[in-house]
DNA sequence: AATATCCATGAGAGCGCTCTCAGGACTCTT
DNA sequence: AAGAGTCCTGAGAGCGCTCTCATGGATATT
């Protein structure tokens, strides 16, 4: 504010070279010889230079800048869920990497959404979009022009985007099958909401383990918070009282579902057994500790940029990414 | 990429009139007649035309966006404690009210921290410092010279800087002196780390509140982490098997001292009250539910964004802000 | 020795925008 | 009716940078 920013002429001057010399040697650009190189980073350094971004970008095109927009329709979502901050932690890590920078939006109107539109139409290379809804109307809005968008999480609808996504499918099955070899006979799930991807992928995870193993689904439905998780656990107990094992599609849920066998006088994993999908922080200290599927989140913002800087690159279009889940045993199944 | 956006120029020319009457419309400026600003209106509706951002802040020496830095020492706290998420959600909807761009760095390493020394100087109008650590290195470094900075607690030792911060002292003597007030006799304290400014001033409103009760403060130190909360309260109750309360300066400690409780037998709140502080969602799903002292974290994101717009405005310096707390009453105490 | 090739460097155009300044068309004084 | 003021508009100069192209000297080729 105070002094004026020294600019690439000032540089030059004082290494006695032409501006385009004293770029070359800032951009890292060959064809300088040794001296004259030398001679211009002293000047940089002496000088403390620092390149003004808005004029590099105007003519090279570039912010080197990418957006996470985070579309968030219901804001109470994230806030419980350390899913999304790992999830920026992997980008945040991975871009400054990169030397690019990370403009982060939040949206949860239509208007949000109008800015998202035009912001990124000029002011990014590149936009990651993170919704938890898999129907979106970003999805659509942002693929139709501007600059290329990769997604967390598969697009439930829309134009077939660029996408990294954990393998809910693979993971449900795996919890569930997990259940089914453990000598459980009646299995339910607690599943999550089906505009979700996340929703609907664990649930069809959990119809084949089920249906492999000729059992019956038996389904309640959440929104992934404890409290759903905790009702939909004792609409299941009112329906099947039998049930010997549960599948949550979130540690949230099966937390929530924990709380309910416990009011109801079941042991667990003694009468119910219960596995969990995320790993959070909280599953550990679950009483007793979670058995979970862990997803890896901070990998996934990591393969987000990844794949956004081989498409900025204008390598071949990648397919879509699918990140492995793991199923980790603690004391409740 | 595929289609170039248009310029000010071409809807300048569709609508007829210079460049510089087109752009008095797009920016607002007054001394436009009528006729003319709905005709570059429309222009720009035809054109679908977005200011090129780069050009103008080349000119306007503004960028329209401010840096939320994240310096992250302990990768592993922000991890578990929402109040990151808070504050970072708190930033972005009252940024987005101003229309402003939000870029969020994090740092962890040195190298990091000079990234952000560097970026900060041209790239940004404005730095919100958001450091657990009350004397991070970047509090100096940042206040030197380049764009104003507005910090997230007070930091402990360094320039004066401007900040907003949350009553921790306050916070930390209410709850303690309601346990005074409820009668309990040997009332301990599971202080946080003393390097944040958070842990230094909860710990100060503990002992004032002991010290105005003419108690004895009888102290044990974590890192704010469920795990070192349950370490604490062990060592505490070695130490003074007659506790029959703790305040512990964070939630996550208090739970990790709830089942230190459990494990030796004590009933809550029975035997021992037990009083946190920040209100995360896990405290009101505790067993039972943790009686906590609130933080408005969110706030604290939307004010110090509010001050650094009062500071970008040319404003008068603010004096720092202090949000206030609030005892939240549950089962614990 | 003459020509072709290569390399390091500089000159200069232009990226898209804002903003100052000058000027033309009015209206308001006196 | 002439001067003064007011309002709207356009011309044009940059903001700091990158990048193409021309230049000229050194080196390689015949």
Request: proline share 7%; charged share 25%.
């Amino acid at each position: 504010m105070v002094t004026l920013r020294p600019t690439l002429e000032q540089v030059a001057k004082l290494a006695g070279v032409s501006r385009a010399t004293a770029s070359r040697v800032v951009n890292g650009a060959g064809g300088v010889s040794a001296g004259v190189r030398e001679a211009v980073r002293a000047a940089v350094d002496s000088l403390g230079y620092v390149p003004n971004p808005a004029a590099r970008s105007l003519v090279t095109r570039r912010t080197d800048s990418i957006a996470l927009v985070v579309s968030e329709p219901t804001s109470q979502v994230f806030g419980d869920d350390p899913f999304f901050i790992d999830v920026v932690r992997g980008v945040s890590a991975e871009l400054e990497a990169g030397d690019r920078q990370l403009v982060l939006m939040t949206t949860d109107t239509p208007a949000g959404r109008e800015r998202v539109k035009r912001f990124t139409s000029v002011h990014v290379d590149g936009v990651l979009l993170l919704s938890c809804h898999g129907n979106d109307p970003l999805y659509s809005a942002l693929g139709k022009q501007g600059p290329p968008v990769v997604c967390g999480g598969r697009p439930l609808y829309g134009p077939s985007l660029a996408y990294v996504d954990v393998d809910n499918v693979g993971g449900a099955r795996q919890g569930v099958e997990y259940l089914i070899k453990s000598g459980r006979r009646r299995i339910v799930t607690i599943a999550g909401p089906q505009d979700m991807n996340a929703g609907v992928d664990r649930l069809i995870g959990y119809r084949e383990a089920i249906a492999a193993a000729d059992r019956r689904a038996i389904v309640a439905y959440g929104d992934f918070s404890r409290d759903s998780g905790e009702r939909a656990m004792h609409s299941l107990l009112a329906d099947e009282p039998e049930l010997d094992a549960v599948f949550a599609a979130s540690d949230l849920m099966a937390i929530g579902a924990l709380a309910a066998l416990r009011n109801t006088g079941r042991r667990v994993p003694d009468d119910v057994a219960v596995v969990g999908f995320d790993d959070i922080e909280q599953a550990r200290y679950a009483e007793p500790p979670l058995t979970t599927v862990q997803q890896p989140s901070p990998l996934l913002g990591r393969e987000m940029v990844r794949m956004m800087q081989r498409i900025l690159c204008g390598d071949p279009p990648d397919s879509p990414m699918t990140l492995p889940t793991q199923l980790v045993l603690r004391s409740t199944a």
